[in-house]
């Protein structure tokens, strides 16, 4: 339900892949409720990892990657390396990563 009947991410990423929000907003239209706490969760955060926002949502990796591969395609997230305000050698970002994985365990 929560995929739509989606089975495999369009977008290939991993545990430690680390997506940003994009501005504008996602169009007026209704996002699943486990969509819209990853949009929520990104653009309060700035950065997070595939691991913290399937940790966050309580859903398991594979369908939150079909989620958040949804949001790509929305153009809500991005691949911080590809969004061109983003700062790929941040230490925060290792800092927060790390972070979520130690909320996993």
């Known amino acids: 339900m929560v995929t739509g009947g989606v089975t495999r991410p369009q977008y ?3 545990y430690d892949t680390v997506l940003v929000a994009t501005a ?3 169009p007026d239209v209704r996002l699943q409720p486990e969509a819209a706490q990853a949009l929520r969760m990104c653009r309060r955060q700035g950065w997070c990892s ?3 926002i399937a940790a966050t949502i309580g859903q398991p ?3 939150t990657q ?4 949804d949001l790509i395609a929305r153009g809500a997230l991005a691949d911080p390396r590809d969004h061109p305000d983003a700062n790929p050698h ?3 970002l290792l ?5 979520g994985l130690h909320a996993l365990a």
């Open 90 to 92: 941040d230490p925060s």
């Open 24 to 26: 504008p907003p996602v």
């Open 50 to 52: 595939v691991a913290e």
């Open 66 to 69: 079909i989620i958040l591969s």
């Open 61 to 63: 990796v594979l369908v």
């Open 95 to 99: 800092r927060d990563l790390l972070d």
């Open 12 to 14: 290939p990423m991993r």
